[in-house]
């Protein structure tokens, strides 16, 4: 994922537009990549998971891109909602052990 | 499904005190566990992983140590704060590459 340590990206979104979230990799080695949601004061909690095998999934209003070529990954989000706010954060599986997070990109939903 | 419990939920300590933070696992027999640590509006950072009893790997020079007594216990310990310790701790298992997180532990040190 991106540098951990870099203060986390904004993305401000209207109730029902839809969001992108964006992530970059380094590791062109990952095989296997998750998408996080996390709510203030929580831990985070998996939303949705990709091989590196596909280019494509989708979940219950989310879906997740991957670009092996550019080394990226993106989340989008369907009709977005009050509850949607929160922090996103990408992960890779680096090795058999790790997962290694990205920095985060904190959603705000406008009513 | 794992279900992970740490504890406290929040800790204000005075800077040169010692740490103990908890965390216990429940789920399958043997789980890789992780200690992650996220400061004020960034990103979480790999502190040490376990994957077994007595088993530590460290991921960053640092003021914290972290111990595995048994096998589903996990513990992020120090002997002596620094303010830059202050930051919300987290216990995850990883199961088949998903990581499954606890509730946190917010330290606050002053």
């Known amino acids: 994922g991106e540098s951990v340590g870099l203060h986390l990206p904004t993305l401000s979104v209207q109730e029902g537009d839809n969001s992108i979230i964006n992530c970059a990799y380094s590791n062109s080695a990952s095989d296997y990549f998750i998408w996080y949601k996390q709510e203030s004061g929580k831990g985070p909690q998996f939303i949705i998971d990709i091989r590196s095998n596909m280019d494509k999934r989708q979940g219950q209003r989310v879906t997740v891109l991957l670009n092996k070529t550019v080394k990226h990954l993106s989340l989008q989000i369907a009709a977005t909602q009050p509850g949607d706010s929160a922090v996103y954060f990408c992960?890779?599986?680096?090795?058999?052990?790790?997962?290694?997070f990205g920095a985060g990109t904190t959603v705000t939903v406008r009513a | 499904s794992q279900t992970i419990h740490q504890w406290p939920a929040t800790l204000v300590q005075p800077v040169g005190s010692p740490l103990s933070l908890e965390c216990t696992v429940e789920?399958?027999?043997?789980?890789?566990l992780y200690w992650y640590r996220q400061a004020a509006g960034r990103g979480l950072q790999l502190l040490f992983y376990s994957v077994g009893i007595g088993q530590i790997s460290s991921e960053v020079p640092q003021n914290l140590s972290a111990s595995r007594p048994q096998d589903r216990q996990f513990i992020l310990s120090s002997k002596k704060l620094l303010l830059s310790d202050s930051g919300f701790y987290l216990c995850a298992v990883i199961v088949v590459l998903e990581a499954f997180f606890g509730q946190g532990t917010r330290l606050t040190v002053v």
């Open positions: 789920g399958t027999s043997n789980p890789n």
């Open positions: 992960a890779e599986n680096t090795n058999d052990y790790k997962l290694s």
